[in-house]
T-cell receptor, first 118, second 112 residues
């Protein structure tokens, strides 16, 4: 079946512009995650959505970053007034259920959006 | 708050030699632990996971990991490394909320 889809795959933007990154999770997956991967920085947690619960936004690096998930499915990560240090690959992942539940399975990752801020 | 430390940023081993990648976690309750691998230009692939039960878990590609609660560790091992194992390896921890935190990663280089 279809996997996690992210768009665009590449985005080049000028410093100061706003960008929106989209994630289509696997249908029926209740959990959705955003991570940022920069060279030498590993996978930095940004935000986590689980069902109808309030999202865990503890990883968002500044108030320029925000994310929403509409209808429990598609998610959009928005970066306002982009800076050069925002350049990275932004990865989205989804999974069904939660650990300890029978339906749970480890994360399915999208191919990421490579963001370049010039 | 949960966290993961991978002390080794870069490791080089000879092909055929054994491998151990270290992972230490911090979490207040029983953790769910994972190892993922990312080959150059590829996405993340799950190698193995620990949820409960036997503390020695087997994964794909001949990898295994051992959960040691007393040491808060979940080290990854392989008896004999192949050149195709060269990649970046990530340890990750999750708790009962499902939030998943990754370590900084360890880059493995394999010498012929």
């Amino acid at each position: 079946g279809a996997g996690v889809s992210q768009s665009p795959s590449n985005k080049v933007t000028e410093k100061g512009k706003d960008v929106e990154l989209r994630c289509d999770p696997i249908s029926g997956h209740t959990a959705l995650y955003w991570y940022r991967q920069s060279l030498g920085q590993g996978l930095e947690f940004l935000i986590y959505f689980q069902g109808n619960s309030a999202p865990d936004k503890s990883g968002l690096p500044s108030d320029r970053f925000s994310a929403e998930r509409t209808g429990g499915s598609v998610s959009t990560l928005t970066i306002q007034r982009t800076q050069q240090e925002d350049s990275a690959v932004y990865l989205c992942a989804s999974s069904p259920g939660m650990p300890g539940q029978g339906v749970y399975s480890p994360l399915h990752f999208g191919n990421g959006t490579r963001l370049t801020v010039t | 708050a949960q966290s993961v430390t991978q002390p080794d940023i870069h490791i080089t081993v000879s092909e055929g030699a054994s491998l151990e990648l270290r992972c230490n976690y911090s979490y207040g309750a029983t953790p769910y632990l994972f190892w993922y691998v990312q080959s150059p230009g590829q996405g993340l692939q799950l190698l193995l996971k620990y949820f409960s039960g036997d503390t020695l878990v087997q994964g794909i590609k001949g990898f295994e990991a051992e959960f040691k609660r007393s040491q808060s560790s979940f080290n990854l091992r392989k008896p004999s490394v192949h050149w195709s194992d060269a990649a970046e390896y990530f340890c990750a921890v999750s708790g009962n909320t499902g939030k998943l935190i990754f370590g900084q990663g360890t880059t493995l280089q394999v010498k012929p």
